[in-house]
């Protein structure tokens, strides 16, 4: 699991829990699980934390990467 280092200021959190939750509401339901919601939270923070922050770009990595096995070691 890789670390996201750095802060965000409280505007670009809002944008990042409102990603989050619009991104969990699209899930399937036999996707609702804690595993899979801690895995779009990473994809968030870890775009987030390279300087993107449109929130379309952001749900669409999140859940596509989601939807992907998860690459061992490789930057996605």
Do not use: N, W
């Amino acid at each position: 699991m890789s670390t996201v280092v750095g802060a965000f200021d409280p505007e670009t959190l809002a944008v990042l829990r409102a990603v989050f939750d619009e991104a969990c509401l699209a899930l399937p339901a036999g996707q609702h699980t804690p595993s899979m919601r801690s895995t779009l939270a990473e994809r968030i923070l870890k775009k987030a934390g390279e300087g993107e922050r449109d929130p379309m770009r952001l749900r669409a990595y999140a859940l596509l990467q989601a939807a992907s096995p998860v690459e061992s070691g490789q930057a996605g």
